[in-house]
């Protein structure tokens, strides 16, 4: 057994290039894509090789209590190297490896089956994503989707036939390339069963008859893509592990990125990432990535409740179809060949060590323009007389608002403000632990003195209070929707404003703006769109991290310049 050690955080560290397997017995940490789970690893593995990864991640991830978000996606994965003392990983173009003699390497054979840098980017998303035990990189977010769909056969579905047709139960509202990839290929070519559910809105009985018998995954998307709906995670975990067909719950979490949010300690089976967005975060790099528990789940147990202001489920065992899941992805990672170069893997991972850091300008700013233009709009109703101005704002971290006084709300608003008020409680809900303590240490003391100083606040006190949401709203991620109007109103406003580059994509340093209907979710009907919300007038937006008060004030005047065109 090949010992390293490592010092960070003042802390020495010993790893070892073995790990416990269920049943407590030593096994070979890293096992050959290329070969039957009887293959014997590497003897002597070289530096960064798996195995030394492998150990290095396990070893930290026990002591990662000691480790904040930040210092994980920093140093999992990069480790000085051990011969050079390069303290940036390198960048490993090559496609193929020596062999000491037939059979035997040093950890690497061929780069489609795995790569230094494709290995060492695993290692931090399995570190960053809290509770994740192991990660696949893949050459997109589709290829990931599609390969965790594709790989369903292989499952055996507890009491039924190993071949049997696949039924998959997904929300509604998802990004339009999921949506493609279901009904054109899966459901058209694949033959599998795709039934489209909005989990948002059903109860709990109309989701759990949704599952039949031969379900095999739940489609998660939170928030949702475009419209930012947001799921109960726990509860739909509740659900689908309290079912008989035992089917894989799989959280995309690209939106929320694994800074604010942490499926797997919410109970879901699987995290679905396109690392194109938050976590590569330049726009430079397409990429995907499938993110897993350990087989038992033990690690979950340890979840932070002092900070939750709702219950987390206990994550249940993994049922024994799953048990050996991981080598199965892995396997088809392989096989299809949908893997990332060494250089795309190496920026996504440098664009790692600046999440937690990207993440909390990109929400700032969010919060920011969503309470701009709450303001701007009361401004032209009070102020301007114009009464029947009205912009819908999707950002469940912006703060619900009582109806105002001497309006008489019809029932549609009314539904509205109830949904709005929902999302706020599940996005605080779902909020991943470090990120609310950030907003109980840094958002909440600030707002509160504001509110005190300003007379709205009967009483200050610089102590949390995590049971319920911040006063003034918290940063949620760094997307945000506008509903205006019409069309008309949406594309001037598009073509209006100049901080906002009309593309498509999300994530990136940036600011990005779209238009779903004609462009990221086109492909879908025009039924099926307006069903899951999806207006005419409805704009998507990045909000990235340049100066705030610019951003606000450049979606000002792109408002004032569509209504001013198509009418107030």
Do not use: C
Request: charged content about 20%; hydrophobic content about 35%.
């Amino acid at each position: 057994m090949t010992e390293s050690k490592i010092q960070l955080a003042g802390v020495q560290l010993a790893s070892s290039s073995t790990s416990p397997t269920s049943s407590g017995a030593q096994t070979p940490a890293y096992s050959d894509r290329d070969k039957d789970s009887n293959s014997t690893a590497p003897t002597s593995p070289g530096p960064s090789s798996p195995a030394e990864l492998a150990s290095l991640a396990d070893t930290l991830r026990e002591t990662s209590v000691k480790l904040g978000f930040g210092t994980r996606a920093i140093h999992v994965g990069s480790e000085p190297d051990s011969v050079t003392g390069a303290v940036i990983p390198a960048i490993s173009l090559s496609t193929t490896f020596a062999q000491k003699a037939p059979g035997e390497h040093s950890g690497y054979e061929y780069s489609r089956s795995d790569n230094p840098n494709r290995r060492a980017l695993e290692t931090a998303l399995a570190s960053v994503e809290e509770g994740g035990r192991e990660a696949l990189a893949f050459a997109s977010g589709s290829a990931a989707l599609a390969t965790v769909v594709q790989s369903l056969q292989y499952l055996k579905t507890p009491g039924g036939p190993a071949h049997q047709p696949i039924h998959v139960l997904s929300i509604n509202d998802v990004y339009g390339g999921t949506y493609r990839y279901l009904k054109r290929v899966a459901s058209e070519v694949q033959g599998l069963d795709v039934t489209f559910v909005d989990m948002e809105v059903v109860d709990e009985k109309t989701i759990s008859e949704g599952i039949k018998d031969n379900t095999k995954l739940i489609l998660v998307e939170t928030p949702t893509n475009p419209t930012l709906k947001l799921v109960s995670i726990p509860l739909i975990s509740r659900i689908a592990h309290s079912h008989p067909a035992h089917p894989i719950l799989m959280v995309d979490n690209t939106f929320a990125s694994p800074y604010y949010q942490n499926p797997l300690m919410l109970g879901a089976d699987l995290v679905l990432h396109s690392l194109t967005k938050y976590v590569n975060g330049h726009s430079d790099v397409v990429m995907g990535a499938v993110i897993l528990p350990s087989a038992e789940s033990e690690h979950l147990l340890d979840v932070d409740s002092t900070l939750s202001g709702v219950e987390r489920p206990v994550p249940h065992p993994s049922p024994d179809h799953l048990a050996n899941y991981f080598k199965t992805l892995r396997f088809m990672q392989n096989a299809l060949g949908a893997v990332p170069s060494a250089y795309d893997s190496w920026l996504a991972q440098r664009g790692l060590k600046t999440l937690h850091l990207r993440m909390k300008a990109h929400g700032r700013n969010a919060l920011a323009v969503g309470n701009g233009v709450r303001e701007w709009v009361k401004e032209q109703r009070r102020e301007k007389g114009r009464a029947g101005v009205e912009v819908a704002i999707g950002y469940a971290g912006l703060a619900p608002e009582d109806a105002e006084e001497g309006v008489k709300e019809d029932e549609v608003s009314a539904y509205r403000r109830q949904v709005v008020k929902k999302r706020h409680g599940v996005a605080w809900d779902n909020l991943a632990s470090h990120a609310k303590r950030w907003v109980e240490d840094e958002i909440r003391p600030h707002q509160e003195l504001s509110l005190y100083r300003a007379g709205k606040l009967a009483s200050f006190s610089s102590s949390s209070n995590s049971s319920s949401p911040p006063p003034l709203g918290f940063p949620y991620t760094g997307m945000l929707t506008l509903t205006l109007p019409t069309y008309g109103h949406a594309l001037t406003f598009l073509t209006s404003s100049k901080l906002f580059t009309l593309a498509e994509s999300l994530g990136g340093v940036e600011s990005l703006a779209e238009h779903p209907a004609s462009m990221t979710h086109a492909g879908i009907p025009v039924e099926e769109r307006r069903a899951s919300g999806i207006a005419d007038g409805l704009i998507r937006l990045s909000v990235g991290v340049e100066d705030e008060i610019d951003l606000v004030n450049d979606v000002k005047v792109a408002l004032e310049k569509a209504f001013e065109v198509n009418g107030w």
